[in-house]
């Protein structure tokens, strides 16, 4: 049986990023050696952020995509079925990432609590017609913000 590090596409020596991550999750998930960074400077093949609410989410969002490379992979996770007070669900995460310019993929069960979903920048050419939510006609710079720390 394939671990959920393998169904989301994570392969060794890989440099990534985790923001908010249990430690029942990352067990969970089963994580090949990565080079994981303590900050979010250069670009990441592989992101993943851990998020309960909408604003989380969309305060965190710009900030790690700029460190996203283009064929890069940006995970969301949130709690399922409203657990941990969350506000958000699939079709919320869908449309925060559409807002900042990134599409879904691939959604997984993370663990009993956390669900995933995997969206990535979109394809040059590509339509891309999701009823969640809706593209940005131009890509939005990147957000710089050192005072937090990322």
Request: hydrophobic content about 35%; overall charge positive.
């Amino acid at each position: 049986m394939r671990s959920v590090a393998q169904k989301m596409g994570v392969r060794e020596g890989t440099r990534a990023f985790v923001l908010n991550a249990p430690t029942s999750a990352l067990r969970a998930i089963e994580l090949p050696h990565l080079e994981i960074s303590k900050t979010l400077t250069g670009k990441f093949d592989y992101i993943h952020l851990f998020c309960a609410t909408q604003i989380e989410m969309d305060e965190a969002f710009p900030k790690l995509k700029c460190h996203l490379k283009q064929q890069g992979k940006l995970w969301v996770s949130w709690p399922k079925e409203k657990k941990l007070g969350t506000n958000l669900g699939m079709r919320k995460v869908i449309e925060i990432g559409y807002n900042h310019g990134l599409v879904e993929s691939t959604c997984l069960r993370i663990d009993d609590v956390w669900a995933g979903l995997k969206v990535t920048h979109p394809k040059v050419g590509k339509t891309y017609n999701n009823s969640y939510g809706t593209l940005p006609d131009e890509e939005r710079s990147c957000i710089s913000d050192a005072s937090s720390g990322t």
